[in-house]
Nanobody, 115 residues
Framework: QVQLVESGGGSVQAGGSLRLSCTGS????????MYWYRQVPGKEREFVCE???????RCADSVNGRFVISRDIEKKTMFLRMDKLTPDDTGIYYC?????????WGHGTQVTVSE
């Protein structure tokens, strides 16, 4: 059974940093593309960053240069390093994995950035 569990969210002041983690189980971690998404109340979930099975990475323009996605295959964990956070980065951050043509989501971790 595929499971994704996020951690590392919290409250931080603008300009600060956080590192999110997503630990996967039930599949061959590293074989599949994985993503970070975020959502605020009343808005659709939006793409943040992705990492492919070949370690290619891509992030949304709004976070380029501030966020870095990475992973540790041995630890079966994906990371999102977030620097220079702004209040616009506030939201619930979700981990997503596309495994064998099915999409799986974690339950999310809250990030709150205050002025």
């Amino acid at each position: 059974q595929v499971q994704l569990v996020e951690s590392g969210g919290g409250s931080v002041q603008a300009g600060g940093s956080l590192r999110l983690s997503c630990t996967g189980s039930g599949f061959r971690f590293g074989w599949y593309i994985m993503y970070w998404y975020r959502q605020v109340p009343g808005k659709e979930r939006e793409f943040v960053c992705e990492i492919t099975s070949l370690d290619g990475t891509r992030c949304a323009d709004s976070v380029n240069g501030r966020f870095v996605i990475s992973r540790d295959i041995e630890k079966k964990t994906m990371f999102l390093r977030m620097d220079k956070l702004t209040p616009d980065d506030t939201g619930i951050y979700y981990c997503r994995g596309d495994v064998d043509m099915r999409t799986y989501w974690g339950h999310g971790t809250q990030v709150t950035v205050s002025e």
